[in-house]
T-cell receptor
Framework: DGGITQSPKYLFRKEGQNVTLSCEQN?????MYWYRQDPGQGLRLIYY???????QKGDIAEGYSVSREKKESFPLTVTSAQKNPTAFYLC????????????FGPGTRLTVL | AQRVTQPEKLLSVFKGAPVELKCNYS??????LFWYVQYSRQRLQLLLR??SRESIKGFTADLNKGETSFHLKKPFAQEEDSAMYYC???????????FGAGTRLAVHP
């Protein structure tokens, strides 16, 4: 698989620290998404961006922030305000047109120590 | 409220047995539904979408608007079908996906 890369694969954070998760894509897709995956809860949308310099809150945006300065990049910052940040984070992209599938990255597992 | 429900956390079958993974949705309007699959150590990937009405890896799913269901079926399960399966509903103008909690399918030899 190529096209969407997420780094790092594993990330450990101390309580009270902000951390930034990287998501890069070379698919030339306009739309990008961040999801959080927890056991027994499926995937929940954190933030999404349809175009550069624009992004919208998803269902669980509290304690997270994003930026979209370049089409290829959509970094997610997990702030100290996020009460339960330990989870698996997935980045996704989507090409143009309604109904087009979303493509997912390999994910980053964040653990708060 | 828009919601996707997958009632089974785990579905365990023997190789060659029929499989049906249940998915029910709540959505006002014409829904667009998907099944995504996550094999061990692989990325989440699209399995099929209802608008395509296709069969992928022997799996099919029919949208039943009366029962608000989109169950995933396969007549004869294979060991390689063991994976996590997510039903998803496209929502809103930004093509957001609402996912169910997922069902783990375990196919035993």
């Amino acid at each position: 698989d190529g096209g969407i890369t997420q780094s790092p694969k594993y990330l450990f954070r101390k309580e009270g620290q902000n951390v930034t998760l990287s998501c890069e894509q070379n698919l030339n897709h306009d739309a990008m998404y961040w999801y959080r995956q927890d056991p027994g809860q499926g995937l929940r949308l954190i933030y999404y961006s349809q175009i550069v310099n624009d992004f919208q809150k998803g269902d669980i945006a509290e304690g997270y922030s994003v930026s979209r300065e370049k089409k290829e990049s959509f970094p997610l910052t997990v702030t100290s305000a996020q009460k339960n940040p330990t989870a698996f984070y997935l980045c996704a992209t989507r090409g143009g047109g309604r109904g087009n599938e979303q493509f997912f990255g390999p994910g980053t597992r964040l653990t708060v120590l | 409220a828009q919601r996707v429900t997958q009632p089974e956390k785990l579905l365990s079958v023997f190789k060659g047995a029929p499989v049906e993974l249940k998915c029910n949705y709540s959505y006002s309007g014409s829904p667009e539904l998907f099944w995504y699959v996550q094999y061990s150590r692989q990325r989440l990937q699209l399995l099929l979408r209802h608008i395509s009405r296709e069969s992928i890896k022997g799996f099919t799913a029919d949208l039943n608007k009366g029962e608000t269901s989109f169950h995933l079926k396969k007549p004869f399960a294979q060991e390689e079908d063991s994976a996590m399966y997510y039903c998803a509903l496209m929502s809103g103008g930004y093509n957001k996906l609402i996912f169910g909690a997922g069902t783990r399918l375990a196919v035993h030899p």
